[in-house]
């Protein structure tokens, strides 16, 4: 069975500071996506991953993928208050299904 | 309407009751998805259609059935539901149900409390 723990699970900070969120597994994925949700909303991809130790920017936000494709991280730099919301990863398992993390609960406090 | 809707948005039933819920794409999309999210639990995949057709169950009990009377729209139908149940239900669509870089798009959510 093809597990992601993520960590931390909850995350509270000021703004202006930086964060990581990790994602990590004991398999191997094609690919692996990053979704933030926010309340009374459904996840919305952020990024996906594809290639082992792919580095990929959104702003303030740089996304890593392990180079074995096991794991990956979250980085935020600089955050903001508009930053908060849940952060989940998901890799694309065997038959394409998405195998989700827990999820990080993420609070930036101005 | 863009994107994946789905209604009602929140729900509160007994234990007894019928209720459905709703989702329609309207992106064009061939597959379609029901997943539901428990606090600090990874999404749980119920359902998938492709085409119309359902591919994946994942072993949910019978008192969830779905269903996909064309691409761009999905039910599920809840009947004699356990407290456990109590959830939000998401439903998603996505292009295709294969290849790595699917992207899946996301409904609000339907908050279910059974009582």
């Known amino acids: 069975t093809q597990l992601l723990e993520q960590s931390p699970q909850f995350l509270s900070i000021q703004e202006g500071e930086n964060l990581t969120v990790y994602c990590n597994s004991s398999?191997?994925?094609?690919?692996l996506q990053w979704y933030r949700q926010e309340p009374g909303e459904g996840p919305v991809l952020l990024v996906t991953?594809?290639?082992g130790g792919e580095v990929k920017k959104l702003k303030r936000l740089t996304f890593q993928f392990g180079d074995a494709r096991k794991d990956s991280s979250l980085h935020i730099t600089a955050a903001q208050p508009g930053d908060t919301g849940l952060y989940l990863c998901?890799?694309?398992?065997?038959?394409?299904?998405?195998?989700w993390g827990a999820g990080t609960k993420l609070i930036i406090k101005p | 309407e863009t994107g994946v809707t789905q209604t009602p948005r929140h729900l509160v039933m007994g234990m007894t009751n019928k209720k459905s819920l709703k989702c329609e794409q309207h992106?064009?999309?061939?597959?379609m998805y029901w997943y539901k999210q428990s606090a600090k639990k990874p999404l749980e995949l119920m359902f998938v259609?492709?085409?119309?057709?359902?591919?994946e169950n994942n072993s949910v009990p019978s008192r969830f059935s779905p269903e996909c009377p064309n691409s761009s729209h999905l039910f599920l139908h809840l009947h004699t539901l356990q407290p456990e149940d109590s959830a939000l239900y998401l439903c998603?669509?996505?292009?295709?149900?294969?290849?790595?870089?699917?992207?899946?798009?996301f409904g609000p959510g339907t908050r279910l409390l059974v009582l």
């Open positions: 998603a669509s996505s292009q295709e149900t294969s290849g790595d870089q699917e992207t899946q798009y």
């Open positions: 992106l064009g999309h061939n597959a």
């Open positions: 259609y492709n085409f119309k057709e359902q591919t």
């Open positions: 398999s191997v994925f094609s690919s």
């Open positions: 991953v594809v290639t």
């Open positions: 998901a890799g694309v398992g065997s038959n394409y299904q998405l195998i």
